[in-house]
């Protein structure tokens, strides 16, 4: 690849180069991440790599050539964890776990970056977790598919901004949000061919629902519990929503919605 495609660092810091088969670059992603400085970036260049990306209480700056032309994978974890990281952005790549241990693909802790235009896939939990009173990621135009359990799930206070993904053939729901003080904006997802539901509140959970599309999961289209409180009122979700087919109906509000995973 010529140097004019490495993309532009918008901070003006150097851009560290990701490649496998390059000596004169980093071989890895994680590699690249220690040498960085505070307005540096690091560009991930065409290929499969195997690592496991850990960023804690700093910024992220994070940009693969595509989705569909950087993989990153993992066996024994998860590949990519972030916690408390304040600012920044991570696109343009695939996560894949490939282990058989309880991992989810992107692991996301109270963290305020970007992440978009990526792919989180395999998880044998949910494919991305958002979680902590202060997580407040952007999770915007990614595609999460066949993770073993939810696609998202949104817990333990999260208030993340989740819109225009793709969550799709994952094994319970497309989106799942749980726990008092959970308040994501769910905003323009297609949550499709899901085996449970589109998506799930439960457990007190709140949430911005607007404009999603929940259509030929294997459930309802949006399944809530009693005490969650979803805006607009459940009543009103199909209108703003669109919840149609699904193979037991737009939605549901129930007081065992995992009784059929036996939980």
Not at 34 to 51: C, L, T
Not at 69 to 81: E, H, M, S
Request: net charge negative; glycine share 8%; aromatic share 6%.
């Amino acid at each position: 690849m010529s140097e004019e495609a490495i993309p532009a660092n918008p901070l003006g810091g150097r851009t560290l180069v990701v490649d496998r088969v390059d000596r004169h670059c980093y071989p890895t992603p994680s590699a690249a991440l220690k040498d960085v400085g505070e307005s540096d970036q690091v560009y991930v260049r065409p290929g499969i790599y195997e690592d496991k990306l850990v960023v804690a209480q700093r910024p992220v700056r994070l940009v693969g050539a595509g989705r569909d032309k950087v993989q990153i994978f993992c066996r024994r974890g998860g590949p990519l964890y972030l916690q408390e990281v304040p600012e920044g952005w991570i696109t343009g790549i695939t996560f894949r776990y490939v282990g058989s241990d309880q991992h989810s693909a992107l692991n996301i802790l109270n963290s305020a970056c970007i992440i978009t235009q990526c792919r989180a896939m395999e998880g044998i939990l949910s494919g991305v977790v958002l979680y902590g009173p202060e997580c407040r990621v952007a999770f915007t135009d990614n595609e999460v598919c066949r993770n073993r359990e939810s696609g998202i799930f949104v817990f333990a206070g999260a208030q993340p901004r989740v819109a225009d993904n793709r969550c799709v053939e994952n094994h319970h729901f497309g989106i799942a949000v749980r726990d008092p003080g959970s308040r994501p904006e769910l905003v323009r997802n297609q949550c499709e061919e899901n085996m449970l539901s589109g998506i799930l509140l439960f457990q007190h959970a709140e949430g911005l629902l607007v404009d999603n599309v929940c259509r030929n999961n294997q459930h309802w289209g949006i399944v809530m519990t009693p005490d969650s409180h979803p805006n607009p009122a459940p009543s009103a979700l199909p209108t703003m929503n669109r919840l149609e087919p699904n193979l037991m109906g737009a939605y549901s509000i129930s007081d065992q919605p995992l009784a059929q995973i036996g939980r």
